[in-house]
């Protein structure tokens, strides 16, 4: 019943558009469903007892009713993963792929299908290096379709009505879950099961898509967009967690044994780090590796407040301003495919 009234009530500013464009002869908008897998193309595994990625993109767009009635939707299937199997070079697929469909005149937008929990960073990877102003949507589903309550037909619904918005141009990528719009840089997971899950704790979502309408009540600030050279490889950039006792060993590993291009630090409070922990990040800069310092703490940015701040800084560290680790990380790779400077890796991440 919900799902019925869901698809008649979507008659608000995007059917409006779909319902002009019919009476002057032209066709709905188009959009490109990529689809990657996760809880949104989940079915249940009898064999294993528990769910796994299964279905196809087109499957689930075919499940999604009122979808034709807003938009032309073709789907392209660009992998099929649970998003802990999420990779770079999936990444790279995708941006590629996205800038060359968001090029072709007809093309609204893009709505890439993806598992919930890598997703906040393959939104902020595409909203980093893809340089159309066409939006692009992030989607999936916190409950599988083999549930009764399943969300996945509702967001995807959603996401398409947000992509066909003439409000959405220009807001890069975003994600859209629960009937909420929140930019990449900012979004984050919260909860591991509620289907409120994805939120912007510091800032607040940028807009809604109720049962009326598709409505911004502001824009993403603090975009930028870096353009990679095709056939580019991404550099193997580590997380570091801090916490009390820790001792940087793990890195110090890792560098000696060749295997780290960059370093992300998940540190404590400002982004703190243990004085043995700090005394490895000096090999790690000696080495010229790259080192970015965030915050474990989920809300609030990064001054240089305490003597560690400084000390930090005087190594070469760059601050990672309000990004989590996972997100600096994104962005220390993409910004490392054109320098390893720490003077422009901090003009990125200032940005």
């Given at each position: 019943m919900i799902r019925h009234l869901i698809a008649r009530t979507t008659l608000g500013c995007a059917l409006t558009l779909v319902i002009t464009a019919q009476l002057l002869g032209q066709e709905p908008p188009r959009v490109v469903?990529?689809?990657?897998?996760?809880?949104?193309?989940?079915t249940y595994d009898e064999a294993t007892g528990a769910l796994r990625a299964a279905l196809t993109?087109?499957?689930?767009?075919?499940?999604?009713?009122?979808?034709?009635?807003?938009?032309?939707?073709?789907?392209?299937?660009?992998?099929?993963?649970?998003s802990r199997d999420m990779?770079?070079?999936?990444?790279?697929?995708?941006?590629?792929?996205?800038n060359a469909l968001l090029a072709e005149p007809d093309v609204a937008g893009i709505?890439?299908?993806?598992?919930?929990?890598?997703?906040e960073e393959t939104a902020y990877f595409l909203d980093l290096t893809v340089a159309s102003e066409k939006p692009i949507v992030v989607v999936g589903a916190q409950r599988a379709p083999t549930m009764s309550d399943t969300d996945g037909p509702r967001n995807m619904l959603n996401a398409v009505r947000v992509v066909?918005?003439?409000?959405?141009?220009?807001?890069?990528?975003?994600?859209?879950?629960?009937?909420?719009?929140?930019?990449?840089?900012?979004?984050?997971?919260?909860?591991?099961?509620?289907?409120?899950?994805?939120?912007?704790l510091d800032f607040g979502l940028l807009g809604i898509a109720d049962i009326e309408t598709v409505r911004f009540y502001r824009a993403p600030m603090r975009r930028q967009t870096i353009e990679l050279s095709p056939g580019v490889d991404?550099?193997?950039?580590?997380?570091?967690?801090?916490?009390?006792?820790?001792?940087?060993?793990?890195?110090?590993?890792?560098?000696?044994?060749?295997?780290?291009?960059?370093?992300?630090?998940a540190g404590l409070g400002l982004a703190h780090v243990s004085t043995p922990t700090l005394e490895v990040l000096r090999k790690v800069r000696s080495?010229?590796?790259?080192?970015?310092?965030?915050?474990?703490?989920?809300?609030?940015?990064?001054?240089?407040?305490?003597?560690?701040?400084?000390?930090?800084l005087n190594i070469g560290a760059v601050q990672a301003d309000n990004l989590s680790p996972w997100k600096a990380r994104v962005l220390l790779m993409v910004a490392m495919t054109h320098t390893t400077e720490v003077d422009q890796l901090r003009a990125y991440f200032d940005r």
């Amino acid at each position: 019943m919900i799902r019925h009234l869901i698809a008649r009530t979507t008659l608000g500013c995007a059917l409006t558009l779909v319902i002009t464009a019919q009476l002057l002869g032209q066709e709905p908008p188009r959009v490109v469903v990529l689809a990657t897998g996760g809880t949104i193309a989940s079915t249940y595994d009898e064999a294993t007892g528990a769910l796994r990625a299964a279905l196809t993109g087109e499957e689930i767009v075919a499940a999604v009713e009122g979808l034709s009635e807003i938009a032309r939707v073709s789907v392209e299937q660009v992998a099929n993963v649970n998003s802990r199997d999420m990779t770079p070079a999936i990444w790279l697929d995708l941006t590629a792929r996205a800038n060359a469909l968001l090029a072709e005149p007809d093309v609204a937008g893009i709505v890439v299908t993806h598992g919930t929990d890598t997703l906040e960073e393959t939104a902020y990877f595409l909203d980093l290096t893809v340089a159309s102003e066409k939006p692009i949507v992030v989607v999936g589903a916190q409950r599988a379709p083999t549930m009764s309550d399943t969300d996945g037909p509702r967001n995807m619904l959603n996401a398409v009505r947000v992509v066909v918005s003439d409000e959405a141009r220009g807001m890069g990528t975003m994600v859209v879950m629960n009937g909420q719009i929140n930019a990449a840089r900012e979004v984050t997971k919260t909860n591991t099961l509620d289907v409120e899950t994805f939120q912007t704790l510091d800032f607040g979502l940028l807009g809604i898509a109720d049962i009326e309408t598709v409505r911004f009540y502001r824009a993403p600030m603090r975009r930028q967009t870096i353009e990679l050279s095709p056939g580019v490889d991404l550099p193997n950039v580590v997380i570091l967690s801090e916490y009390a006792g820790a001792d940087g060993r793990m890195l110090e590993l890792l560098l000696e044994a060749g295997e780290v291009d960059g370093v992300v630090v998940a540190g404590l409070g400002l982004a703190h780090v243990s004085t043995p922990t700090l005394e490895v990040l000096r090999k790690v800069r000696s080495a010229g590796v790259p080192v970015v310092v965030a915050s474990r703490v989920p809300t609030g940015r990064i001054v240089p407040l305490y003597a560690n701040n400084v000390d930090l800084l005087n190594i070469g560290a760059v601050q990672a301003d309000n990004l989590s680790p996972w997100k600096a990380r994104v962005l220390l790779m993409v910004a490392m495919t054109h320098t390893t400077e720490v003077d422009q890796l901090r003009a990125y991440f200032d940005r």
